[in-house]
């Protein structure tokens, strides 16, 4: 396996405002994504973070909500965009180098006020 | 109706126990399946991988898989205070693991 880093850990940010999340694998992973987490609930994939490319979205999400940047093999970063209080979750990177394999990120606590 | 579904729980069994964490499913495509252990304020981690039908060990931990129920289920062996955490399975149709589907998660106390 491998291991994730994810910074920052948790924040608390005021609406209309955004933030960026940033994943960093310790090795070179084919496929990088994120997920959201609320409370209690199941992960919810938001996007396959595609390196040198556009992200692919999954129904629900949007890119300018979720601006998604992927460098490299090993670095990907998400951006909450205009939040509002209904974006307050756990946002989780995971990386997988294949047969469903996933290793996930200690997850970013979001609060928007 | 959601395309998986796991028992909710919580859970919560005497040490040595044997538990029982099952979930169902609707889409008979799906040919991967995993369980993943999430402890508190903590990302899920990889536990048990599974393709197709039939049961895997792996120590204390077995997985098994009925395709045709659409069935699985994963048990845990004496049970330690260890285990306390939120369980999750996951399936997909393909390799491309970004694509599974998750339960909700079944939360699981070990008391000792």
């Known amino acids: 396996s491998a291991v994730i880093s994810q910074k920052p850990s948790r924040d608390i940010c005021q609406r209309g405002t955004s933030l960026t999340i940033q994943c960093q694998v310790d090795s070179q992973v084919t496929m990088m994504f994120w997920y959201r987490q609320q409370p209690g609930q199941s992960l919810t994939l938001i996007a396959t973070?595609?390196?040198?490319?556009?992200?692919?979205?999954e129904s629900g999400f949007v890119i300018d909500k979720f601006p998604i940047s992927r460098p490299n093999l090993t670095f990907s970063t998400l951006t909450v965009s205009n939040m509002s209080p209904e974006d307050s979750s756990i946002y989780l990177c995971s990386g997988d180098r294949g047969y469903n394999e996933q290793f996930f990120g200690p997850g970013t606590r979001l609060t928007v006020l | 109706q959601k395309e998986v579904e796991q028992d909710p729980g919580p859970l919560s069994v005497p040490e040595g126990a044997i538990v029982s964490l099952n979930c169902t499913y609707s889409n008979s495509a799906f040919q991967y399946f995993m369980w993943y252990r999430q402890y508190s304020r903590k990302g899920p981690e990889l536990l048990m991988y599974?393709?197709?039908?039939g049961n895997k060990e792996d120590g204390r931990f077995t997985a098994q898989v009925d395709k045709s129920s659409k069935y699985i289920s994963l048990f845990i062996r004496d049970s330690q205070p260890s285990d306390s955490a939120t369980y999750l399975c996951?399936?997909?149709?393909?390799?491309?693991?970004?694509?599974?589907?998750f339960g909700d998660g079944t939360t699981l106390t070990v008391k000792p």
């Open positions: 996951a399936m997909s149709v393909a390799t491309n693991a970004g694509k599974s589907t």
């Open positions: 973070a595609n390196q040198g490319s556009e992200a692919t979205y």
């Open positions: 599974t393709y197709s039908s």
